[in-house]
């Protein structure tokens, strides 16, 4: 499917190759057999921008929000969010669009950077959390970046 350049600029390299690679509904289809992450908190479950998004948290204080890369889960930051809960500040650790235990629509327009920073927004309204510190890998890195620029 090309690709033009004014589309290729709106949404990010990655999330178009990775939906035309990737179908989304390989991601986002609700599967028995995922299961929560290990060596994580339970986690809670919170609706934001139209899905169900899974998020591990832990500890009280300032919020920072990990954001994984692709094709990760929440679970990449699991050495983090322990070390971050006890220095004092909430970590939240979602499992982002179509990923792990977070739904997403099987329309491929609906994984682009706006699309992701709004659920994070959303997370963060959910979560009655004013303002945040953003954590970043990979294709979490690019929704980071975007985070400042959008919200």
């Given amino acids: ?21 990737f179908p989304p509904t390989a991601f986002a ?10 060596m994580m908190p339970a986690p809670d479950f919170v609706e934001t921008n139209g899905i169900t998004m899974a998020v591990y948290e832990k500890g009280s ?8 890369g692709f094709p990760e889960l929440a679970f990449s930051w699991r050495h983090q969010i322990d070390a971050v809960a006890a220095a004092g500040y909430h ?17 491929p ?4 950077r706006q699309i992701f920073c709004d659920d994070l927004a959303g997370l963060l309204d959910a979560n009655r959390i004013d303002k945040a510190v ?4 990979d294709w979490g890195g690019v929704v980071v970046w975007a985070m400042g620029r959008l919200h």
Avoid: N, W
């Avoid at 499917?1 to 709106?10: A, E, G, T, Y």
């Avoid at 327009?109 to 682009?112: E, F, I, K, L, P």
């Fill in 1 to 21: 499917m090309p690709v033009d350049r004014r589309s290729f600029s709106h949404t990010s390299a990655l999330a178009g190759l990775a939906a035309h690679v």
């Fill in 29 to 38: 289809t609700p599967s028995k057999s995922v299961k929560p992450a290990p």
């Fill in 61 to 68: 204080g300032p919020a920072i929000v990990f954001c994984h």
């Fill in 91 to 107: 970590a939240l650790t979602p499992d982002q669009r179509g990923y792990g235990l977070t739904g997403g629509p099987e329309d």
């Fill in 109 to 112: 327009s609906q994984y682009d």
């Fill in 134 to 137: 953003f954590c970043g890998h």
